[in-house]
């Protein structure tokens, strides 16, 4: 076996991370764990310094609380 050394473009590696069609997979996925938990909860992509993040969140009180007594974001994930 030959020992390979490879270095990777980092501004690319960004450029990819925040790309459009990255936020829209990561979008897919935060609606598919949504659908799980309900409707009192809501779905976020931004862009950040170096890569595109998604969230699932509460989005009312009704919603805290059922995430709160049943883990509901949780289970979501599997």
Same mark, same amino acid.
């Given at each position: 076996?030959s020992?390979?050394?490879?270095? *990777?473009?980092?501004?690319? +590696?960004?450029? =990819?991370?925040?790309?459009?069609?990255?936020?829209? #997979? *990561? !979008?897919?996925? #935060?609606?598919?764990? !949504?659908?799980?938990?309900?409707? @009192? %909860? $809501?779905? @976020?992509? !931004?862009?950040? !310094?170096?890569? $595109?993040?998604?969230? +699932? %969140?509460?989005?009312? #009180?009704?919603? =805290?609380?059922?995430?709160?007594?049943?883990?509901t *974001?949780?289970? $979501? =994930?599997?």
């Amino acid at each position: 076996m030959s020992n390979v050394i490879f270095e *990777l473009n980092t501004e690319g +590696v960004r450029e =990819l991370l925040q790309s459009q069609e990255m936020q829209d #997979a *990561l !979008q897919e996925i #935060a609606t598919d764990i !949504q659908s799980k938990c309900g409707a @009192d %909860y $809501a779905t @976020d992509v !931004q862009v950040m !310094q170096t890569r $595109a993040i998604a969230s +699932v %969140y509460t989005d009312n #009180a009704e919603a =805290l609380k059922d995430n709160s007594e049943n883990n509901t *974001l949780l289970k $979501a =994930l599997g």
